[in-house]
Nanobody, 124 residues
Framework: QVQLVESGGGSVQSGGSLRLSCAASGFTYSIYSMAWFRQAPGKEREGVAAIDSDGSTVYGDSVKGRFTISQDNAKNTLYLQMNSLEAEDTAMYYC??????????????????WGQGTQVTVSS
């Protein structure tokens, strides 16, 4: 049974940093592509960052240069380091997984499995 469990969210002031983690279980982590998405109240879900099964990464335009996605295959864990946080980054952040590669790494419909989310709140 695939499980994705996010942690690391919280409240931080503008300009601060947070690191999110996503612990994965129930599948062969190394052959999956992984991603972070976010959704703020009243807004559509947004692809934040993704890493495919070969380690290639892609970022949403709004977070380029501020966020870094990484993973530890030995620990089956995905990370999102978020620096220079802004009030606009406030959202529920979700971890997602899909088997294999896709050309649509930042599209939510490309993913089969989702975590429950962790809240990030940035105050200005």
């Amino acid at each position: 049974q695939v499980q994705l469990v996010e942690s690391g969210g919280g409240s931080v002031q503008s300009g601060g940093s947070l690191r999110l983690s996503c612990a994965a279980s129930g599948f062969t982590y190394s052959i999956y592509s992984m991603a972070w998405f976010r959704q703020a109240p009243g807004k559509e879900r947004e692809g934040v960052a993704a890493i495919d099964s070969d380690g290639s990464t892609v970022y949403g335009d709004s977070v380029k240069g501020r966020f870094t996605i990484s993973q530890d295959n030995a620990k089956n864990t995905l990370y999102l380091q978020m620096n220079s946080l802004e009030a606009e980054d406030t959202a529920m952040y979700y971890c997602a997984a899909r088997r294999g590669k896709t050309s649509y790494l930042l599209r939510g419909w490309a993913y089969n499995f989702w975590g429950q989310g962790t809240q990030v709140t940035v105050s200005s």
